[in-house]
């Protein structure tokens, strides 16, 4: 099994600047890709930025070139710096693992608790 814990988020005004973290913590599985989402009430959540464990990225159209997801393999920890900030941007973000336990067959999601991320003057 493994827990999500985030941290960080908050009001910021438009063109400011924010970064979430993502604690993955657990024992016995091997995480792959690590990510974050962003979900609005009564909307599908959407894929925002995924890293591999090599460190290979992808984003999504509307945040390239403005967001930055990195990762720390040794601290199973995966951030989002989030620069000119829009108020589109505004959502709930949530952290997002594939893993899988030692000799598991299958690689499950895991989801953190969500923080809330509003970018308003």
């Known amino acids: 099994q493994v827990q999500l814990v985030e941290s960080g988020g908050g009001l910021v005004q438009p063109g400011g600047s924010l970064s979430v973290s993502c604690v993955a913590s657990?024992?016995?599985?091997?995480?792959?890709?690590m990510g974050w989402h962003r979900q609005a009430p009564g909307k599908q959540r959407e894929l925002v930025a995924r890293?591999?464990?090599?460190?290979?990225?992808g984003y999504a159209d509307s945040v390239k070139g403005r967001f930055t997801i990195s990762r720390d393999n040794v601290k199973n920890t995966v951030y989002l710096q989030m620069n000119s900030l829009k108020p589109e941007d505004t959502d709930v973000y949530y952290c997002?693992?594939?893993?899988?336990?030692?000799?598991?067959?299958?690689?499950?999601?895991?989801w953190g608790q969500g923080t809330q991320v509003t970018v308003s003057s």
């Open positions: 997002n693992v594939k893993a899988r336990s030692r000799g598991g067959l299958f690689e499950n999601d895991y």
């Open positions: 657990g024992s016995g599985f091997s995480i792959n890709d």
């Open positions: 890293i591999t464990r090599g460190g290979s990225t």
